[in-house]
């Protein structure tokens, strides 16, 4: 289909996108584990090792602040050529 009949092709980006995500207990048990899914995930990212490690700060701060005797947090990366998106999602009771 010809760009002028389809002005909407002329927007649209074709990018590869890695995606990992994993669930831990809300505990302070799981910074440990969390940080070492941080360090695994983001090892071949564009990210420098100064980023990497205050994501794996921020992410465990989120955990420390959803802590309690049940309930998750959801880690979620989406790593692409120059850059990286992170989630933190709570979950659970």
């Known amino acids: 289909m010809d760009s002028a009949e389809n002005p909407i ?12 995500s994993q669930t831990f ?5 799981s910074i440990p584990e969390i940080r070492d899914f941080v360090r695994r995930c983001l090892a071949q990212s564009p990210l ?3 980023d990497t ?7 465990s701060q989120a955990l420390l602040e ?19 998106e992170v989630d933190v999602l709570r979950s659970g009771a």
């Open 48 to 50: 420098s090792e100064e």
């Open 25 to 29: 207990p809300a505990r302070p048990s």
């Open 66 to 84: 959803a802590a309690g005797p049940s309930g998750a947090i959801s880690v979620s990366f989406r790593i692409f050529p120059d850059h990286v």
């Open 9 to 20: 092709a002329d927007n649209i980006e074709v990018v590869p996108v890695v995606v990992v």
């Open 53 to 59: 490690r205050e994501v794996g700060q921020t992410v």
